[in-house]
């Protein structure tokens, strides 16, 4: 409701169709809206057939041939093995080599990506992607879609990533799935923190230490993970193929679906 000095002097529909007009109106934030609707309407598209899925985090900035890349690979490997696919932020990295991992063991291998300054486009082993403007959405669609998190080194990103799904899963906001960390000598020193400050200050109740798991053998990880999925008994949808994926996502993206 607008009154008085508040009521603009045109119309919205004067503003729209007169060119001559300013053209600012398609950057304010109403306008946003609808490009945050248009990356949801993607993201469920692209998505909505995955069936059982895992994310898998890290750093960015691991090298191909270092030890945690060849784990990212292993481990992602083994998920699809397992009947998973495998959701990454699609950029390089531990990004890539789960990506390459999944791919190579013809699993279903899926990048989310997001605009950034010093990191664009997603990686050649992403098979099924889609780049976000927003990084609230893509988070969106990292929880909605997975059912389990493997978390492996890395910086502010992977942490607030780790920190969202421990916060949901805490508060009930999201069904509780595994969250796996992954490389127990990188983990140790903020896993101590948390049990011998966080709990023993009464930040966080005892029992949420054990939202966590730690591992560092790609079997273990797998292992963990398919253990809390046949004990709930909540996730065994069908896995489709790549193909089926894509051929839906088509679809939808068509209005046909």
């Known amino acids: 409701m607008l009154r008085g000095k508040a009521i603009p002097k045109t119309t919205t529909d004067q503003r729209l169709l007169d060119r001559r007009g300013p053209s ?3 950057h304010t934030d109403p306008w946003r809206v609808m490009r945050i609707q248009a990356e949801f309407v993607e993201g469920f598209g692209l998505l909505a057939e995955l069936g059982l899925a895992v994310s ?3 750093s960015s900035r691991a090298v191909p041939g270092s030890r945690q ?3 990212a690979e292993h481990i992602s490997a083994g998920l699809a ?3 998973y696919a495998v959701i990454t932020g699609g950029g390089p990295g531990i990004m890539e080599a789960a990506n390459k991992g999944v791919a190579a063991a013809n699993g279903v291998s899926v990048g989310l990506g997001i605009e950034l300054p010093l990191e664009q ?3 050649d082993h992403v098979e099924i992607g889609l780049e976000f403007r927003y990084f609230f959405v893509r988070k969106t669609m ?3 879609y997975s059912q389990a998190f493997v978390v ?3 910086g502010f990103g992977t942490l607030d990533e780790l920190f969202e799904a421990l916060t949901l899963v805490q508060t009930g906001k999201i069904t509780r ?3 796996v960390l992954v490389d127990s000598s990188y983990w140790s020193g903020l896993v101590s923190w948390i049990r011998d400050t966080v709990v023993d200050q009464g930040k966080i109740s005892p029992g949420d230490i054990d939202l966590l798991s730690i591992a560092d053998d790609p079997d273990e990880v797998v292992r963990i993970i398919r253990a809390a999925h046949n004990n709930g008994g909540a996730f065994r949808p069908p896995v489709p193929t790549v193909t089926e994926v894509a051929a839906f996502s088509s679809v939808a993206r068509d209005g046909q679906g």
């Open 24 to 26: 600012d109106w398609v």
């Open 152 to 154: 492996l080194p890395g």
């Open 142 to 144: 990292f929880v909605k």
């Open 177 to 179: 799935f595994p969250i």
């Open 81 to 83: 093995e397992a009947g």
């Open 121 to 123: 486009g997603l990686n």
């Open 69 to 71: 890349y060849e784990l």
């Open 56 to 58: 898998v985090f890290g």
